[in-house]
């Protein structure tokens, strides 16, 4: 099975390194991996057996070991989406690598846009709670039995615990942070002023592309999640201005020190 053999390798390529804390950096968050890590060991995605590949600009394919605050990561520089047309298990498979690696505690990052009027670029969410409108579930078929239940309980999806440790740390940081519920959709295009408003009513804060299958996917192996979106842009009919990808990037570049502090002040305290 693709997760045996990826893991496998991976785990060759890393010798007697063996993560603690799993990192996935979305769009526009990768340079993370670049500034942040400590004694980095690169290993591009192509050069794993059975494992895709990224397509999307900006993630860079590869995974990042090393340390950040002196804790042992496994970092993925560039994650994968359904709508690059791969299968929502293929786009999982990273999450199913590092728990068989032995990770505990899985850090999701991603790029959103703001619902909530009163959300602005730059703001970080931390997610309380997520909307699967991706149309696929990452566990539908025969169940894993090595990883979790057929039923998994998804009442707690994003730790309690670890919510309030990062309050701790960005209180310390000076950092504001928001709370939300992410909505996933499977994109590639972004949304309608007519969908938002829909999404609004659903109960979402905030709109995205990734991170619910990983989620998912984290909880039935018994993986602590914890996730923040950065707040690029917002969604559409609530400002004039066309959505592109570029803003995006722009965005997360603007805010790219505040958010470094705060994911290694968090990594650090997962050491405690």
């Known amino acids: 099975m693709p997760h045996v053999t990826s893991s496998k390798a991976l785990a060759a390529r890393l010798g007697d390194f063996r993560p603690q804390v799993g990192l996935v950096l979305g769009s526009g968050l990768g340079f993370f991996a670049d500034e942040r890590i400590a004694d980095p060991v690169h290993i591009p995605y192509a050069e794993l057996p059975d494992f895709p590949q990224s397509t999307v600009t900006g993630h860079a394919g590869r995974f990042v070991a090393g340390t950040v605050a002196g804790v042992r990561v496994l970092c993925m520089q560039g994650r994968f989406h359904y709508y690059e047309g791969y299968g929502i298990d ?85 950092i504001t942070l928001r709370h939300g519920i992410y909505l996933a959709t499977s994109g590639p295009c972004f949304e309608t002023p007519a969908e938002i408003r829909a999404f609004r009513t659903l109960g979402a ?8 299958p990983e989620c998912i ?7 602590r999640v914890l996730g923040i979106s ?18 995006v990037a722009e965005t997360a570049t603007r805010v790219k020190v505040p958010f470094a502090n705060l994911v290694e002040g968090v990594v650090e305290r997962l050491n405690d």
């Open 217 to 223: 996917v984290a909880r039935h192996c018994g993986i």
């Open 205 to 212: 804060d905030a709109v995205g592309m990734s991170t619910v």
């Open 90 to 174: 293929t786009i999982t498979l990273p999450i199913r690598v590092m728990a068989m690696l032995g990770i505990k505690d899985l850090f999701l990052t991603n790029a959103a846009g703001g619902i909530r009027p009163d959300f602005r670029p730059g703001d970080l969410m931390v997610i309380e709670d997520h909307i699967n409108f991706i149309g696929a579930n990452p566990l539908r078929g025969t169940n894993l039995d090595c990883f979790g239940p057929r039923f998994p309980d998804m009442t707690e999806t994003y730790s309690k615990e670890r919510r309030t440790l990062i309050d701790g740390v960005a209180a310390e940081q000076g």
């Open 230 to 247: 950065c707040i690029t842009n917002c969604a559409a009919g609530l400002n004039d201005k066309p959505l592109t990808h570029e803003e």
